[in-house]
């Protein structure tokens, strides 16, 4: 099993990007973003389940980010737009076998067992 990201890149405030992850040897039943910024922990962005109907964000990315995944070609988006100087991170996909479930707070990195080798995003002011 493989998850490939791509898709990153620099671009100033206010652009968009949309990010990639191409997913080999198997369909996930949830799939989801995190982010690690330099310093910083891995943070959670967004997830899905399946179908790709049921989504969940972070508030940093609410009204800005959108998820999505294309089950006949096996990937993965992030659609981001209204991006920001603190969206800088390496973006990672990742995925799980377990079901979609909106959780309490969040996920983390713990919930998913694959994952891809990121992608960089950088965001000027």
């Known amino acids: 099993v493989q998850l490939q990201a791509s898709g990153g890149g620099s671009v100033q405030a206010g652009g968009s990007l949309r990010l990639s992850c191409g997913a080999s040897?198997?369909?996930?039943?949830?799939m989801g973003w995190f982010r690690q910024a330099p310093g910083k922990d891995r943070e959670f962005v967004a997830a899905?389940?399946?179908?790709?109907?049921?989504?969940f964000y972070a508030d940093s990315a609410k009204g800005r980010f959108t998820i999505s995944r294309d089950n006949v070609k096996n990937t993965l988006y992030l659609q981001m737009n209204s991006l920001r100087p603190d969206d800088t991170a390496v973006y990672f996909c990742?995925?799980?076998?377990?079901?979609?479930?909106?959780?309490?707070?969040?996920?983390?990195?713990?919930?998913?067992?694959?994952w891809g080798q990121g992608t960089l995003v950088t965001v000027s002011s």
């Open positions: 899905l389940n399946r179908s790709g109907v049921r989504k």
């Open positions: 040897g198997r369909t996930f039943s949830t």
């Open positions: 990742a995925g799980r076998e377990r079901p979609f479930h909106y959780p309490t707070e969040t996920y983390y990195p713990s919930d998913f067992g694959y």
